[in-house]
């Protein structure tokens, strides 16, 4: 009978930490379903739902670290980028399936700059506050950033052909843009590229160059006992089923909620679409640098940004050919592609030397700032 009130400051404190606070906002999934079904103000509907895939998001990330650490280093591994964008691709997909291409390819660009621009440079920023400096790998910083470079020039030369060869790039307020086969064509063969060039980055991240990538733990939560299989399995389906149901609540509301408070398609899809899908994930870089563990901070920054890059854009390509209304060709507005190149080049150089101090995070929160606002008014 004494267990219970033991019980409870346990999960109160795990709630109010860094990695609990997630689950606080479980209401919304319930309100958002709810607020559906009666047929609320899309905006009351879009937020809600939004709220609610955070929750879920942390729930499918937890699950996937238990099972990785069940698995093995090699599996282990292997799940964790598999699953590691998972929300992300979720609500993208039902946004194919809607025929949102313009939001979806937002919401890729959205996701590579709020990874190096908004994520690393708080996460710089939190760590750095009150120390001279952090240092961290500089050759796993750089190998990521140089197969980020490498994913967006790949990414960007369909745009560049249909700016030469074609009618030239979208707006960025533009509904679905039908363009010819040979570009979309263009597309899939890039995105063809793009996900053997992943397969082989997994190949060196976890066998070839296993060390580099994963270097050994320091014990700190050796004491604590990992999740049952079968326990991380059934909590994984049920965060995918959770994450799915929010996503196709949030992705039928974002035109109407969009028009409902003056914002465009492409902010919705660049900003806020792209931070509620890896709030978790984000807030996880964080903590960990504020515990001086930059290392980790930086793989989790530059190395998701790097997946949506080399593998989510691509696999959406490909699922465009049999979801939704037509082929989503790999051609960007000018805004993001402007975007693309400058969070890259940035990532690469804040990077190269090793080492991160908290103005360095600043400056990488400025740089997200002026791009947020030149996206609203786009």
Do not use: C
Not at 8 to 29: K, M
Not at 282 to 297: F, G, I, S, Y
Not at 333 to 349: D, M, P, Q, S
């Amino acid at each position: 009978m004494s267990v219970e009130p033991e019980q409870r400051p346990g999960l109160r404190r795990f709630l109010l930490s860094g990695d609990g606070w997630p689950y606080l906002l479980v209401a919304f999934i319930p309100l958002a379903v709810a607020l559906d079904l009666a047929g609320a103000a899309p905006v009351l509907v879009f937020f809600s739902s939004a709220l609610g895939v955070i929750p879920t998001a942390a729930l499918m990330g937890r699950a996937t670290e238990e099972l990785a650490v069940r698995s093995g280093p090699g599996v282990g591994g292997l799940l964790n980028v598999t699953f590691g964008n998972a929300p992300e691709l979720i609500i993208a997909l039902f946004a194919l399936g809607s025929g949102l291409h313009e939001v979806v390819k937002a919401s890729i660009v959205g996701s590579v700059i709020g990874n190096i621009l908004l994520v690393l440079g708080a996460a710089m920023f939190a760590g750095g506050y009150g120390r001279e400096r952090q240092r961290f790998s500089r050759t796993t910083a750089m190998a990521q950033s140089s197969m980020l470079l490498l994913a967006v020039a790949a990414l960007t030369m369909p745009a560049i052909f249909e700016l030469v060869e074609g009618r030239g790039l979208p707006a960025p307020n533009a509904a679905r843009v039908a363009y010819g086969s040979t570009v979309e064509h263009l597309s899939l063969a890039v995105a063809i590229v793009l996900m053997l060039s992943y397969g082989a980055g997994l190949v060196f991240s976890l066998r070839t160059h296993r060390g580099l990538f994963n270097p050994p733990s320091d014990g700190e939560e050796n004491g604590r006992q990992p999740w049952s299989v079968r326990r991380s399995v059934a909590l994984l389906a049920l965060a995918g089923v959770a994450v799915g149901g929010m996503s196709e609540i949030l992705v039928g509301s974002i035109s109407d909620a969009a028009r409902s408070i003056g914002l465009t398609e492409f902010f919705v899809g660049a900003i806020v679409v792209a931070i509620v899908g890896n709030a978790a994930e984000h807030w996880v870089a964080v903590l960990v640098a504020r515990r001086d563990k930059m290392d980790l901070a930086v793989n989790i920054a530059i190395g998701s940004s790097a997946q949506v890059a080399l593998f989510v854009a691509p696999l959406l390509v490909i699922a465009s050919f049999a979801i939704g209304p037509g082929p989503m060709a790999l051609v960007f507005n000018g805004f993001e592609l402007g975007a693309f190149f400058l969070a890259v080049l940035i990532a690469t150089h804040v990077t190269s030397e090793g080492e991160s101090t908290w103005f360095e995070g600043v400056q990488l929160l400025a740089v997200y700032a002026v791009l947020a606002l030149a996206f609203a008014f786009a």
